[in-house]
């Protein structure tokens, strides 16, 4: 079935430590978006990017990176510069980012500081 | 900046009509109005959306008030399984892309 897989579904980090999360979708979807979800809170948007090779910081971007080098994959890295970054988080993607779809969301990753 | 309120929470009884409400009065006018819906450990769930007119399809109905500045996402008999969070949420366009504006949803509680 077509759709977004986040991996994995928890994760753990050390202080001062960098981590990837993993977001592969097969909609064949050319924009993608990173989520962070803080407990009893709506989403905010860390990244998108609309098309490979391209990508745009959101509203909370300091401390992440990203890359889209294949059409099917968006990874973040959550660097050591990201001072709370215990939260869940979501990848997203659309048909374009310019359309009026809908987002098809993956099933996060949980993201907790040892 | 666009953004939405909703009520932190909501109860309604098995099988009866739910109206979640949605105030939105800084929306623009090319802001469309989507709604999600969250169940723990999740990611959202599209529900529908919306620009000026009333829009039905088989998960619910969307009604759209004359000025915009509110919504009522309507679920016509409540299941068990429609016991989560829904977000209403603006869709903005910003620098020629659109995002979407989250607000903190109201948690929808079903009762048997």
């Known amino acids: 079935d077509g759709g977004i897989t986040q991996s994995p579904k928890y994760l753990f980090r050390k202080e001062g430590q960098n981590v990837t999360l993993s977001c592969e979708q097969n909609?064949?979807?050319?924009?993608m978006y990173w989520y962070r979800q803080d407990p009893g809170q709506g989403l905010r948007l860390i990244y998108y990017s609309q098309i490979v090779n391209d990508f745009q910081k959101g509203d909370i971007a300091e401390g992440y990176s990203v890359s889209r080098e294949k059409k099917e994959s968006f990874p973040l890295t959550v660097t050591s510069a990201q001072k709370n970054p215990t939260a869940f988080y979501l990848c997203?993607?659309?048909?374009?980012?310019?359309?009026?779809?809908?987002?098809?969301f993956g099933d996060g990753t949980r993201l907790s500081i040892l | 900046d666009a953004k939405t309120t909703q009520p932190n929470s909501m109860e309604s009884n098995e099988e009866e009509p739910v109206h979640l409400p949605c105030n939105h009065s800084?929306?623009?006018?090319?802001?469309?109005i989507h709604w999600y819906r969250q169940l723990p450990s999740q990611g959202p769930e599209y529900v529908i959306h919306?620009?000026?007119s009333n829009v039905n399809n088989r998960m619910a109905s969307l009604a759209i008030a004359e000025d915009r500045k509110s919504s009522t996402l309507i679920l016509h008999r409540a299941t068990l399984r429609d016991a989560a969070v829904y977000y209403c949420?603006?869709?903005?366009?910003?620098?020629?892309?659109?995002?979407?504006?989250f607000g903190t949803g109201t948690r929808l509680k079903v009762l048997a």
């Open positions: 800084t929306i623009s006018g090319t802001d469309y």
């Open positions: 949420i603006l869709r903005v366009t910003t620098s020629g892309t659109y995002k979407y504006i």
């Open positions: 909609l064949n979807h050319d924009a």
């Open positions: 919306g620009l000026t």
């Open positions: 997203a993607s659309s048909i374009t980012a310019v359309s009026n779809q809908p987002q098809h």
